[in-house]
């Protein structure tokens, strides 16, 4: 893909050699691709949009370099641009945990992979951070919801633990239940994984909301699908608005999606993308990269290499 | 699904003015901004403005001829099916990648079926992830039909073939087999599903009758490699979209069904036993557009 890319920019460069700036005319061709491209790898629309404004002013004029052909310096400057809006090289990943017990409140759509996700970071905090953690299901609607997250937190080791499951009991209740035996059972981290939801179900993002309100979390992570596409937007806007969000985490970054759903959840939203699900098992959790993920949107080939080639001689 | 969608919202916009390249410019954007990618709204607009270039055209015009170019494609598609019917055990798989909607579908399949007095059996094929055998245990004892299962970490191919035997020897209608959810990039686990495929023919060389490719309807153009690759793997017979209930309304199940002769069997709308609906190339192609909402 990224191959494709750059000789499909190569074409639109290569009578260009001998002038001095990247012209409106060119650079607008070159981003035509690009928008292509970024589409492809389903970033949405709206932030393409914004996002091909912002290269176009930084790319036009500036001096040609002789060294490297046109089409790569368009990139470099694409790349740069994607790394940027992701947050930057050291984008903030670590989660506030301090005070225990720390409330951590996972939230998403159906399957999106939060308890998945509880479990991964659960296990990652005990063993790296060496915290005893709790961890309690809300989602009263799933057929065995509850059970799936024990079973993960017996797979965590000694210093994780669930909460005991209390049929019939309403989420708002059993977030009560749970912040009193997090600080009766001395826990450093509380985990809150709540049932999936679509954001325009009243019902149940009000019931959210009254979870967060109740439980006061530290951190509310909106967990999602890497391989969503256009609704990215649509998705983080309206949690966004009726949760206390802190960040953001992208799950199934293991298939061979181009992840744009990243670049759409972190622009409409601002916040930081803290972790990247990898895989199913506990320990597919990689903290963000955000030169690995703009690489990613846009198609892997050999981006980092040929950009450092570029930036040497830029 | 009331007009929430964002193609809804822009159509709004638009307003009442001439078809011109500006208006088929923004008409493509917003196709773009349902999934359709961006090859097949370039296309279905430029379709669209066929008949209609340069004529002044209204809001709810402009809705009614883009559902319509979107059903013509989606319509050759439409199929309901009949699990209950046909050669018996009729053996159906379903497959899809991690948290599709699979077992849930499956659920609501079987919930059906009790009404109809098919004498059916699921079968736990994910043996992989926490919980999965309960949760379809749920799913069976909310409609009345049996589960078989084997504990967490067995091999899925060998209780597909026990299953298969006992649906056999018991002259059952039908057997409904979940699998664990695979990203199709994954060749170890495609490899496991393909033995799947392989142990069930060894039963039947009919076998397996229906292989279902459970889609998320949040999902972008990664659907179409999904397709690809599971077509390729199981030989899928047929698609089911979920989801439908949220903001996404699915829209690259057009570009899917310009590109496969895969017949659409049903949508998911919700969580629950009944919200399953045989899919309509109609009522999809409107509620992508907000047409009668
Ligand atoms: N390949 C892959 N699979 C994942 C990842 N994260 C979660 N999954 C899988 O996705 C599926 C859904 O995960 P869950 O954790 O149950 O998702 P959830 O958001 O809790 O789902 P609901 O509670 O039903 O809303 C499971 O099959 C998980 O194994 C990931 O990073 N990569
Ligand atoms: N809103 C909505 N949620 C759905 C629909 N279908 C399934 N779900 C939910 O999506 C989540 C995942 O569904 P599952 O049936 O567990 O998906 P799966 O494909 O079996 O998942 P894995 O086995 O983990 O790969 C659950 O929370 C379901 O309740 C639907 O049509 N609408
Ligand atoms: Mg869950
Ligand atoms: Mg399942």
Request: with cysteine; hydrophobic share 45%.
């Amino acid at each position: 893909m990224f191959d494709a890319l750059s000789e499909r920019l190569g074409g639109i460069f290569d009578n260009l050699t001998g002038r001095g700036a990247l012209s409106d005319k060119d650079v607008s061709e070159a981003l035509r691709e690009i928008r292509v491209a970024l589409l492809e790898a389903d970033v949405a629309l709206p932030v393409v949009k914004d996002f091909i404004a912002k290269v176009k002013t930084r790319a036009v004029g500036e001096e040609v370099i002789r060294s490297v052909k046109p089409g790569q310096q368009v990139i470099k400057i694409v790349y740069d641009g994607l790394v940027d809006m992701l947050g930057g090289e050291d984008a903030d990943t670590s989660l506030r945990i301090d005070s225990p017990p720390a409330v951590v409140m996972m939230a998403g759509l159906q399957g999106s992979g939060k308890t998945t996700t509880t479990g991964k970071l659960a296990k990652r905090l005990s063993e790296k951070g060496r915290k005893k953690v709790l961890l309690a299901s809300l989602d009263v609607r799933r057929p065995a919801a509850m059970e799936q997250l024990a079973i993960l937190a017996d797979q965590c080791g000694d210093s994780v633990s669930s909460l005991p499951i209390i049929q019939g009991q309403l989420p708002a209740d059993i977030a009560r239940r749970a912040l009193n035996a997090a600080k009766i059972g001395g826990y450093d981290v509380l985990f809150l994984d709540t049932a999936g939801r679509t954001s325009i179900d009243e019902q149940m993002m009000t019931e959210a909301a009254e979870i967060a309100e109740i439980a006061q979390p530290q951190e509310t992570l909106l967990v999602a699908d890497a391989l969503t596409g256009q609704d990215a937007v649509e998705t983080a806007r309206r949690f966004h608005e009726r949760l206390p969000l802190t960040g953001l985490v992208l799950t199934r970054m293991d298939g061979d999606g181009r992840g744009g759903a990243a670049l759409s959840m972190r622009a409409v939203t601002g916040l930081p993308i803290k972790f990247l699900g990898v895989g199913e098992k506990l320990d597919g959790l990689d903290t963000f990269d955000a030169q690995r993920v703009a690489g990613r949107i846009l198609g892997q080939g050999d981006i980092v290499s040929l950009v450092e080639k570029a930036s040497e001689q830029m | 699904s009331r007009s929430s969608s964002r193609l809804t919202e822009g159509l709004a916009a638009l307003g009442r003015r001439k078809l011109d390249d500006d208006t088929l410019e923004e008409l493509e954007d917003l196709l773009i901004a349902s999934d359709l990618g961006a090859k097949v709204a370039a296309r279905v607009a430029t379709n669209l403005s066929k008949e209609r270039f340069d004529k002044e055209i209204g809001e709810e015009e402009i809705r009614l001829a883009l559902a319509s170019e979107i059903s013509d494609v989606l319509k050759p598609r439409e199929k309901i099916v009949d699990f209950s019917d046909g050669t018996s055990p009729r053996i159906v798989l379903f497959v899809g990648v991690n948290g599709s909607g699979k077992t849930t579908t499956i659920g609501k399949i079987a919930s059906k079926l009790k009404e109809q007095g098919a004498k059916a059996l699921l079968v736990a094929g994910d043996t992989f992830r926490a919980a999965a055998i309960e949760q379809l245990t749920v799913w069976g004892d909310r409609a009345g039909i049996p589960v078989m299962s084997k504990p967490t970490g067995a091999d899925a191919a060998g209780l597909v073939y026990e299953a298969i035997e006992k649906a056999k020897a018991e002259d059952l209608d039908l057997v409904l087999i979940d699998t664990a959810g695979r990203l199709q990039n994954k060749a170890e686990l495609m490899a496991e599903l393909e033995k799947v495929v392989r142990v069930i023919k060894k039963l039947d060389p009919t076998a397996p009758h229906d292989v279902i490719l459970v889609l998320d309807a949040t999902v972008g153009q990664n659907a179409l490699s999904q397709v690809e690759a599971f077509r390729n793997t199981a030989g899928v017979t047929g698609l089911v979209m979920t989801k439908m209930d949220g903001t996404a309304k699915g829209g690259v199940l057009v570009a899917i069904a310009e590109a496969y002769d895969l017949p659409i069997h049903f949508i998911g709308i919700g969580e629950k036993a009944e919200d399953l609906r045989p899919f309509s190339a109609e009522a999809f192609s409107k509620a992508l557009v907000g047409v009668g909402a």
